[in-house]
């Protein structure tokens, strides 16, 4: 004899007139947001808090609520366009874009600066093309003459 488990939830609401569809897609809903913080705020390093001022605390609020929105933004786009990928997904795949800067030295006191950014991946071009973003590796060359800065040793960390 074969017995199958399935587990379940119990969610306790006091909106006892609503479907239990619309219940478990709220619940859902709340998970998938608590997730995305968790995310937003390690990324970010908004995790732990250890503000003593008000201020403090309230700005690191604040950041933490505009880099969700942004998040669910960018989501509730790409869902339109029927792209499901999790907000993870989306931030490591974000985060393989690189910009290549070279510098090349003109005269002593001078340096051109020159920033190229890669290709992407066939991923990236269909998020940044549902979202309307234009990126065109060729086109975004930036040149720029500027004044040499002097390098300043660096103490090595302590070990």
């Not at 859902?28 to 908004?46: A, C, N, Y």
């Not at 086109?139 to 720029?144: G, L, S």
């Amino acid at each position: 004899q074969t017995w199958l488990a399935s587990g379940g939830y119990v969610l306790r609401t006091s909106h006892a007139d609503w479907p239990v569809k619309e219940v478990a897609k709220l619940y859902w809903r709340l998970t998938e947001i608590e997730r995305v913080f968790r995310i937003m705020k390690s990324d970010l390093g908004l995790r732990p808090v250890f503000h003593s001022r008000e201020d403090r605390t309230i700005a690191h609020l604040m950041i933490t609520i505009i880099a969700y929105h942004v998040s669910h933004l960018v989501r509730t786009k790409l869902k339109r366009a029927d792209m499901h990928h999790s907000w993870d997904t989306i931030r490591k795949n974000l985060n393989k874009v690189k910009r290549i800067t070279t510098e090349l030295p003109m005269s002593q006191t001078r340096v051109l600066e020159l920033k190229l950014d890669q290709n992407l991946p066939p991923l990236l071009q269909k998020i940044f093309h549902i979202l309307r973003y234009e990126y065109d590796p060729g086109a975004i060359q930036t040149k720029q003459e500027r004044t040499r800065q002097k390098k300043v040793p660096q103490k090595p960390p302590d070990s």
